[in-house]
Every structure is written in C-alpha cells, then in structure tokens.
T-cell receptor, first 111, second 114 residues
Framework: LAKTTQPISMDSYEGQEVNITCSHNNIATNDYITWYQQFPSQGPRFIIQGYKTKVTNEVASLFIPADRKSSTLSLPRVSLSDTAVYYC????????????FGQGTELSVKP | KAGVTQTPRYLIKTRGQQVTLSCSPISGHRSVSWYQQTPGQGLQFLFEYFSETQRNKGNFPGRFSGRQFSNSRSEMNVSTLELGDSALYLCASAPEEALNTEAFFGQGTRLTVV
C-alpha cells in the first residue's frame, strides 16, 4: 500500500478556504485517493474519493494532478465545526473493508 | 437507516481480564471491520469479517480475535488484557460490493484497562 505524508497540523480562521495536501509518491495504478474526517471520540467519516483530476461534492473538493503523486483536499469557507483530524488514504478500489490510516492532519479553525 | 451501533460505549477492565465488544452494522452491510485507536499508534486496522469469515487481518497478537454472526453482527474479544490495550475500539461496516473505499464507522467503545 502506498505510504502517505500529510502535515501534522494546520490552523485556519472561520470563512477561509483550507487546502490540505497529501503526498503519495508510490501510488499504484489501481489505487484511489480517499479522505476521511474524524471528530474527537467519534469514528471517522468519509468525505470524498477520487482517482484523477478533480472531484467535488457538497462538502469538499479533491484535486489530483496528472502524475497522481499528491492530492489536495479543499474545504471552502470553513467553520468552527470543521475542526477535526483529516486523513488521506490511498489504496485499491473496493477496499472499504480494510482501511489503512496514516497520521492525519489536525485542523484547528479559530473564530 | 440506523447507523453502526457499538456497545458498550465505555468499559473499564482490570489487567488480565478478557473483554467482548459488540458491533451491529448498517442493515444490509455484510463487511464489518475493527480498528484500534490510541494516541501513540493512531488508527490501526485489526481485522475484517465478511459473511462470517475473516477476510483480512492486521498485525495484532492472537489475544485479539473476532467473529461475525449470520445476521452480520460482529463481536471482538481481547483476552489477557494489558494496560496498552486501553484504546478507542471502532467498528465499521461497508456494503457487500464495497464499490468504493467508503466505510461507515460507529461511535466506538472506549476501553480502559487498569
């Protein structure tokens, strides 16, 4: 499984756009990129998944360059409730049964 | 549709005892996975069950075991508890086809070993 590297922590203010970048230099051809969000004392929650280019849903956007060696999770206009740990996962499709989490990025949103 | 339910939410056990945790997946989901989360090691995959069979296994000692019943409910057992087993234990379920890497997590069981 491809190893991922993310910043350990990030700070932001309410209303700003937050971009969290994840490096995955050894991503395999059949690997997908998935992001999860976790609040304290809760289980992680799926945010978004993509393979290449750009994916957008009601919560976030995911940008993946052509070489797929990195990806950026973009959270538009964050609020205090977006304070959480964000995990970038890389692995084959159909891998919902076995998720390998890295260290994650602790995002702190301040008023 | 009800989410993933884990019981109990909190548990205190003494070193050397054994413990059983329970997980009820989302209705229709046949894959159930277990994870251990600690401040030092982060979120680590324990094992996955699908149709009552262990399909994937993480790198944990044999003291950690699980099983899945015909209704997809799953239990996880830890025997001979150690202080280091204190953690948040999370259960996740995924649809049969697992068409993507989306798993649905429960609130977890907070186990404290004293």
């Amino acid at each position: 499984l491809a190893k991922t590297t993310q910043p350990i922590s990030m700070d932001s203010y309410e209303g700003q756009e937050v971009n969290i970048t994840c490096s995955h230099n050894n991503i395999a051809t059949n690997d997908y990129i998935t992001w999860y969000q976790q609040f304290p004392s809760q289980g992680p929650r799926f945010i978004i998944q993509g393979y290449k280019t750009k994916v957008t849903n009601e919560v976030a956007s995911l940008f993946i360059p052509a070489d797929r060696k990195s990806s950026t999770l973009s959270l538009p206009r964050v609020s205090l409730s977006d304070t959480a740990v964000y995990y970038c996962l890389v692995g084959p499709y159909n891998q919902g049964g076995k998720l390998i989490f890295g260290q994650g990025t602790e995002l702190s949103v301040k008023p | 549709k009800a989410g993933v339910t884990q019981t109990p939410r909190y548990l205190i056990k003494t070193r050397g005892q054994q413990v059983t945790l329970s997980c009820s997946p989302i209705s229709g989901h046949r894959s159930v996975s277990w994870y251990q989360q600690t401040p030092g090691q982060g979120l680590q995959f324990l094992f996955e069950y699908f149709s009552e069979t262990q399909r994937n296994k993480g790198n944990f000692p044999g003291r950690f075991s699980g099983r899945q019943f015909s209704n997809s409910r799953s239990e996880m057992n830890v025997s001979t508890l150690e202080l280091g087993d204190s953690a948040l234990y999370l259960c996740a379920s995924a649809p049969e086809e697992a068409l993507n890497t989306e798993a649905f997590f429960g609130q977890g069981t907070r186990l404290t070993v004293v």
